[in-house]
């Protein structure tokens, strides 16, 4: 049974930093494309970062929006994906969501910040930055 379970969330004022974890089970998150999700009341769900197979390691892409600020990894032997979150602002507030899926044949970069491009998801863990 395939399953994502997020944590790390938490409130923390601006500038501040959180560590996001997704701890995965029911299959090897390593052959799997994942990504960072996060959805604001009112809002749609957006993709924040993405982290896929490329040859013998791991390529990222991130949303304009949080480029330089946040990093995504992977520990193969945790089975698990990290987002590290820097100098967040109130604007990053939002529900975090882990996402795993087949990875798509080309345009990985782009295809896999649609949460359309996903079948698992996780919870969901919530992240405030106040001003």
């Known amino acids: 049974q395939v399953q994502l379970v997020e944590s790390g969330g938490g409130s923390v004022q601006a500038g501040g930093s959180l560590r996001l974890s997704c701890a995965a089970s029911g299959f090897i998150a390593s052959t799997y494309c994942m990504a960072w999700f996060r959805q604001a009341p009112g809002k749609e769900r957006e993709g924040v970062a993405t982290?896929?197979?490329?040859?013998?390691?791991?390529?990222?892409a991130y949303a304009d929006s949080v480029k330089g600020r946040f990093s995504i990894s992977r520990d193969s032997a945790k089975n698990s994906l990290y987002l590290q979150m820097n100098s967040l602002q109130p604007e990053d507030s939002a529900m975090y969501y882990c996402?795993?899926?087949?990875?798509?044949?080309?345009?990985?970069?782009?295809?896999?910040?649609?949460?359309?491009?996903?079948?698992?998801w996780g919870q969901g863990t919530q992240v405030t930055v106040s001003s």
């Open positions: 996402a795993a899926g087949s990875c798509p044949e080309t345009r990985r970069e782009i295809v896999n910040m649609l949460p359309s491009t996903y079948n698992h």
């Open positions: 982290s896929f197979p490329d040859r013998i390691t791991f390529s990222a």
